[in-house]
């Protein structure tokens, strides 16, 4: 089992272009989540999805879009990227009450 | 809105001490607690969790918690430090109903030898 993979690694984009960041789980989980991390302020909820077709907005939608793709895939999308958006990007997944398994991350430059 | 402090940012512990790192949180009758443990550019990974029962939770790589419902405290604590544990620590909080997580700012552990 993968677990929870997350494409690309790293990305640098410029100040208004879009781009997709991608994560897929192996693991039958009904919940997914987008989060991300930056120094001094933890991890922060952006959206999140309870089951297959529901998204739900977290802490910190704005300037972010998501797709619950099929029970696997949960993408996130910046449309016009801002500096402010630079960050590391986790994606997790869980069934519900229990742990969160944790991606690797999207470290993102916006520049 | 629920919370949860981590009061240290750093904390520097001789190799072989002992170690507490401090967590609040701020929400619910019922908490769903957890410790994760970050190591410099991997992902999350989950030490322990607290739902109910007994207020001790064991977890991996020879690390406890102990929940204080008096004191909104989730402190966790190891006997004898090692280099290898060395990362970053996050304490989380779960609302009641539902799995979405807010996190500590998480506290920087270095490990001298």
């Known amino acids: 089992n993968a677990g929870v993979t997350q494409t690309p690694k790293f990305q640098v984009l410029k100040t208004g272009q879009s781009m997709t960041l991608q994560c897929a789980q192996d693991?039958?989980?009904?919940?997914m989540y987008w989060y991300r991390q930056d120094p001094g302020m933890g991890l922060r909820l952006i959206y999140y999805?309870?089951?297959?077709?529901?998204?739900d907005k977290g802490e910190v939608p704005n300037g972010y879009n998501v797709s619950r793709l099929n029970k696997r895939e949960f993408s996130l999308r910046l449309e016009s990227a801002a500096p402010s958006q630079t960050s590391v990007y986790f994606c997790?997944?869980?069934?519900?009450?229990?742990?969160?398994?944790f991606g690797p991350g999207t470290r993102l430059t916006v520049l | 809105a629920q919370s949860v402090t981590q009061p240290d940012i750093h904390i520097t512990v001789s190799e072989g001490a002992s170690l507490e790192l401090r967590c609040n949180y701020s929400y619910g009758a019922t908490p769903y607690l957890f410790w994760y443990v970050q190591s410099p550019g991997q992902g999350l990974q989950l030490l322990l969790k607290y739902f109910s029962g007994d207020t001790l939770v064991q977890g991996i790589k020879g690390f406890e918690a102990e929940f204080k419902r008096s004191q909104s405290s989730f402190n966790l604590r190891k006997p004898s430090v090692h280099w290898s544990d060395a990362a970053e620590y996050f304490c989380a909080q779960s609302m009641e109903y539902g799995n979405k997580l807010v996190f500590g700012a998480g506290t920087i552990l270095r490990v001298k030898s």
């Open positions: 997790a997944s869980s069934e519900e009450y229990n742990e969160q398994f």
């Open positions: 693991m039958n989980h009904n919940s």
């Open positions: 999805s309870a089951s297959e077709g529901t998204t």
